[in-house]
């Protein structure tokens, strides 16, 4: 086994993936469309629900100007925030790489905090020339039944009261 066969990538790498997220979101949240666009390949692809899956950078331009403003206030004042990364490679210079999310509003003109989702990102991500891109972003939001689950199925239940853990 050669040092390009490890499955584990550097902490660098992970580093500078985490990092990759960061850009992400505070350009995301923040408005900044070339800061976005910046994150992703060329023909990288975003899936966002319920608009669906927008493949390159001019789609991905359209999806954002739609979710920005098409809804003046919803999006300013936002915040996502990406946490337990599980970082999986696929051969050399690419991972998947599922992380959870939350995203906390500023309401502006109430002038007051809320959660307002919960979800997780299911992203194929390519080093390419010592950086790394997104090559697909998958927002998973968590909706209902869409909350994953891998335990038994009773668990689901929402009849009775509910007790916290």
């Given at each position: 086994?050669?040092?390009?066969d490890?499955?584990?990538l550097?902490?660098?790498?992970?580093?500078?993936?985490?990092?990759?997220?960061?850009?992400?979101?505070?350009?995301?949240?923040?408005?900044?469309?070339?800061?976005?666009?910046?994150?992703?390949?060329?023909?990288?692809?975003?899936?966002?629900?319920?608009?669906?899956?927008?493949?390159?950078?001019?789609?991905?331009?359209?999806?954002?100007?739609d979710?920005?403003y098409?809804?003046?206030?919803?999006?300013?004042?936002?915040?996502?925030?990406?946490?337990?990364?599980?970082?999986?490679?696929?051969?050399?210079?690419?991972?998947?790489?599922?992380?959870?999310?939350?995203?906390?509003?500023?309401?502006?003109?109430?002038?007051?905090?809320?959660?307002?989702?919960?979800?997780?990102?299911?992203?194929?991500?390519?080093?390419?020339?010592?950086?790394?891109?997104?090559?697909?972003?998958?927002?998973?939001?968590?909706?209902?039944?869409?909350?994953?689950?891998?335990?038994?199925?009773?668990?689901?239940?929402?009849?009775?009261?509910?007790?916290?853990?």
């Amino acid at each position: 086994m050669g040092p390009h066969d490890d499955p584990k990538l550097s902490v660098e790498d992970r580093l500078d993936i985490q990092e990759l997220f960061a850009r992400y979101a505070w350009s995301l949240d923040t408005g900044d469309l070339e800061g976005v666009l910046a994150c992703f390949v060329e023909d990288g692809a975003l899936e966002h629900q319920p608009q669906g899956r927008f493949v390159g950078r001019e789609q991905i331009r359209q999806l954002l100007e739609d979710l920005w403003y098409s809804r003046p206030g919803w999006f300013v004042g936002r915040q996502h925030l990406a946490n337990h990364f599980l970082i999986t490679p696929e051969g050399r210079d690419r991972a998947r790489v599922r992380a959870f999310f939350s995203i906390l509003q500023h309401d502006t003109n109430a002038r007051t905090n809320f959660v307002f989702g919960l979800g997780n990102w299911d992203n194929i991500c390519v080093k390419r020339d010592g950086r790394w891109w997104f090559e697909s972003v998958t927002v998973e939001k968590w909706i209902g039944e869409g909350v994953p689950w891998a335990g038994e199925a009773h668990a689901r239940s929402t009849t009775g009261a509910a007790s916290g853990a």
